[in-house]
Protein backbone atom coordinates (compact mmCIF):
# COMPACT_ATOMS: atom_id res chain seq x y z
CA UNK A 1 0.00 0.00 0.00
CA UNK A 2 1.07 3.74 -0.98
CA UNK A 3 2.83 4.85 2.25
CA UNK A 4 4.43 8.52 3.02
CA UNK A 5 6.90 8.88 5.63
CA UNK A 6 7.65 12.49 6.87
CA UNK A 7 10.79 13.55 9.25
CA UNK A 8 13.22 16.12 9.67
CA UNK A 9 10.84 18.55 11.92
CA UNK A 10 11.95 19.73 15.03
CA UNK A 11 12.18 23.53 17.01
CA UNK A 12 14.06 25.88 15.50
CA UNK A 13 15.38 29.34 15.99
CA UNK A 14 14.16 32.29 13.78
CA UNK A 15 16.33 32.70 11.34
CA UNK A 16 17.36 29.16 11.22
CA UNK A 17 16.96 26.11 8.90
CA UNK A 18 15.56 22.82 8.50
CA UNK A 19 15.42 20.02 5.96
CA UNK A 20 12.73 17.84 5.71
CA UNK A 21 12.32 14.10 4.18
CA UNK A 22 9.39 12.17 2.51
CA UNK A 23 10.04 8.60 2.40
CA UNK A 24 7.60 7.09 -0.41
CA UNK A 25 6.70 3.20 -0.79
CA UNK A 26 4.61 0.95 -2.23
CA UNK A 27 4.47 2.83 -5.75
CA UNK A 28 6.14 4.06 -8.86
CA UNK A 29 7.43 6.69 -6.99
CA UNK A 30 9.13 8.14 -10.02
CA UNK A 31 6.26 8.81 -12.29
CA UNK A 32 4.13 11.23 -9.93
CA UNK A 33 4.53 14.78 -9.12
CA UNK A 34 5.01 15.64 -5.31
CA UNK A 35 3.87 17.81 -2.92
CA UNK A 36 4.38 19.47 0.64
CA UNK A 37 1.88 20.75 2.16
CA UNK A 38 1.80 22.36 5.83
CA UNK A 39 -1.21 23.35 8.70
CA UNK A 40 -1.16 25.48 11.36
CA UNK A 41 -3.23 25.29 14.67
CA UNK A 42 -6.57 26.87 13.56
CA UNK A 43 -5.55 27.44 9.91
CA UNK A 44 -6.48 25.52 6.66
CA UNK A 45 -4.03 22.99 5.49
CA UNK A 46 -1.88 24.92 2.64
CA UNK A 47 0.19 24.21 -0.25
CA UNK A 48 3.80 25.13 -0.01
CA UNK A 49 5.75 23.29 -2.87
CA UNK A 50 5.47 21.06 -5.80
CA UNK A 51 7.49 19.27 -7.63
CA UNK A 52 7.11 17.56 -11.27
CA UNK A 53 8.26 13.65 -11.73
CA UNK A 54 12.07 14.39 -12.49
CA UNK A 55 11.97 17.67 -10.69
CA UNK A 56 12.49 19.67 -13.53
CA UNK A 57 9.57 21.93 -12.54
CA UNK A 58 8.97 23.45 -9.11
CA UNK A 59 6.52 25.70 -7.81
CA UNK A 60 5.99 27.33 -4.62
CA UNK A 61 4.00 29.38 -2.52
CA UNK A 62 4.63 33.21 -2.77
CA UNK A 63 5.16 33.28 1.22
CA UNK A 64 8.11 30.40 0.82
CA UNK A 65 9.82 31.90 -2.58
CA UNK A 66 13.55 32.25 -1.90
CA UNK A 67 13.36 30.73 1.36
CA UNK A 68 12.09 26.87 0.42
CA UNK A 69 13.44 24.66 -1.84
CA UNK A 70 11.45 21.33 -3.04
CA UNK A 71 13.87 18.35 -4.60
CA UNK A 72 13.53 14.72 -5.29
CA UNK A 73 15.68 11.67 -5.54
CA UNK A 74 14.01 8.91 -7.71
CA UNK A 75 16.56 6.94 -6.74
CA UNK A 76 15.70 6.94 -2.71
CA UNK A 77 11.40 7.22 -3.09
CA UNK A 78 12.37 10.35 -1.21
CA UNK A 79 11.03 14.10 -1.76
CA UNK A 80 12.88 16.72 0.24
CA UNK A 81 12.14 20.48 1.51
CA UNK A 82 14.81 22.46 2.71
CA UNK A 83 13.80 25.49 4.54
CA UNK A 84 16.07 28.10 5.04
CA UNK A 85 15.67 31.99 7.05
CA UNK A 86 12.85 30.24 9.19
CA UNK A 87 10.23 32.65 10.39
CA UNK A 88 7.78 32.18 13.65
CA UNK A 89 4.70 32.06 11.00
CA UNK A 90 6.87 28.81 9.31
CA UNK A 91 5.35 27.00 12.25
CA UNK A 92 3.07 24.25 11.35
CA UNK A 93 2.48 20.52 11.10
CA UNK A 94 4.43 19.76 7.32
CA UNK A 95 2.88 17.06 5.29
CA UNK A 96 3.97 14.81 2.16
CA UNK A 97 1.19 14.54 -0.30
CA UNK A 98 0.48 12.61 -3.38
CA UNK A 99 -2.15 12.82 -6.29
CA UNK A 100 -5.21 10.60 -5.35
CA UNK A 101 -5.20 11.82 -1.55
CA UNK A 102 -2.50 10.63 0.38
CA UNK A 103 -1.08 11.70 2.81
CA UNK A 104 1.73 10.90 5.43
CA UNK A 105 1.63 12.04 9.11
CA UNK A 106 3.31 15.10 9.08
CA UNK A 107 5.82 16.33 10.91
CA UNK A 108 6.06 19.18 12.92
CA UNK A 109 8.07 22.54 12.57
CA UNK A 110 8.28 24.97 15.13
CA UNK A 111 10.25 27.97 14.65
CA UNK A 112 11.00 29.85 18.06
CA UNK A 113 13.37 31.73 20.20
Known amino acids: QVQLVESGGGLVQPGGSLRLSCVAS????????MSWYRQAPGKERELVAF????????NYADIVKGRFTISRDNAKNTVYLQMNSLKPEDTAVYFCFRRQNYWGQGTQVTVSS
Open 26 to 33: GFIFSIYD
Open 51 to 58: ITTTGAST
